[in-house]
C-alpha cells in the first residue's frame, strides 16, 4: 500500500509540474569587422574570426550564417534572442565567432560578410575576393 501512494505521488508531482518555457527565436546581426586570409592554398584549412556586437542580455551565440554560391559565400552572425521580458541593451561588448574554412576549389573566393543595410533598406556587405594559389 505504501508503494501505491508513492508511486501515485510522484505521478502526480511529474504531472503537475511544468516547465517554465520562454520563447527563442534566432536573429541574424551584423558583422563588425572580420579576420580573414589574403590568399588560400588549395586542400588547406584556415580560421575565419567575424566580430560583432551583441545587443543585448537575451541574445547568445548561435552559430553562423552561412550561404554558399559556387565560389561566394555570404556570412553573417546567428544569435538567440530568448523573450523573457526583463532584456537590457548591453554597450560596447564584441563578441568573437570563428569557423574553418576549407579550400577546395581553385580560382578565387568572394566572401561577403554581412554589415546591415542602408538607409534604403540594401544589405550591405563587407566584401573580400580572396585568391587560390
Known sequence: ??????????????????????????????VESV????????GETYPITMRYYRPSNCHSPYG????????VRICA???LLEDRGN??????????????????STGNYIFKFWT???SEGNNTFLEYDIPVN
Open 87 to 104: 532584456c537590457a541593451p548591453v554597450e560596447n561588448i564584441l563578441v568573437e565567432e570563428t569557423f574553418n574554412f576549407q579550400v577546395t
Open 64 to 71: 553562423i550564417y552561412y550561404e554558399k554560391d559556387l565560389n
Open 77 to 79: 552572425i546567428k544569435n
Open 1 to 30: 500500500m505504501k508503494k501505491l501512494i508513492l508511486l501515485v505521488s510522484i505521478l502526480f508531482l511529474f504531472n503537475s509540474c511544468e516547465p517554465e518555457g520562454n520563447d527563442y527565436s534566432v536573429h541574424i546581426l551584423p
Open 116 to 118: 546591415g543595410e542602408d
Open 35 to 42: 579576420d580573414i586570409p589574403t590568399e588560400f592554398e588549395l
